[in-house]
């Protein structure tokens, strides 16, 4: 499988499981490796025949910025939902970023990662 990976899409949403932060929201970001066959696209050199990382960039920020959740892992996996949408995309790896959580320590970053394929 090739590879085609969008880091650090970043968006506003309102996920979380404490009242502030569904209030006030905070911002995600998003790694994304799609695998896919390049071949046919590459070939035909036909954006219609590979993953437009532009509008699954949009779809994903969309996705953030759409109804809130409370698990990072809900998240991840209606971003991953969203990528398996297009037809090409045979895998998806997402890593959701949740730099700005609610811990009390200091810390860098909190991330989820998951990895989704087609049934």
């Keep these: 499988m090739d590879r085609v990976t969008l880091r650090g899409l970043r968006a506003r949403g309102h996920h979380g499981v404490f009242e502030r932060e569904r209030i006030e929201g905070q911002t995600f970001v998003v790694d994304l490796t799609l695998f896919l066959d390049t071949r046919p696209a590459a070939a035909g050199d036909d954006l219609n025949r590979t993953a437009h990382y ?66």
């Design 54 to 119: 532009g509008v699954i960039a949009e779809e994903v920020t969309a996705v953030i910025a759409g109804d809130p959740v409370d698990l990072i892992e809900t998240l991840a996996q209606r971003i991953a939902d969203q990528c398996l949408r297009h037809e090409v995309v045979e895998e998806v790896e997402v890593v959701v970023h949740k730099p700005d959580a609610p811990i009390t320590v200091p810390f860098d970053d909190v991330t989820i990662t998951i990895r989704r394929g087609r049934a």
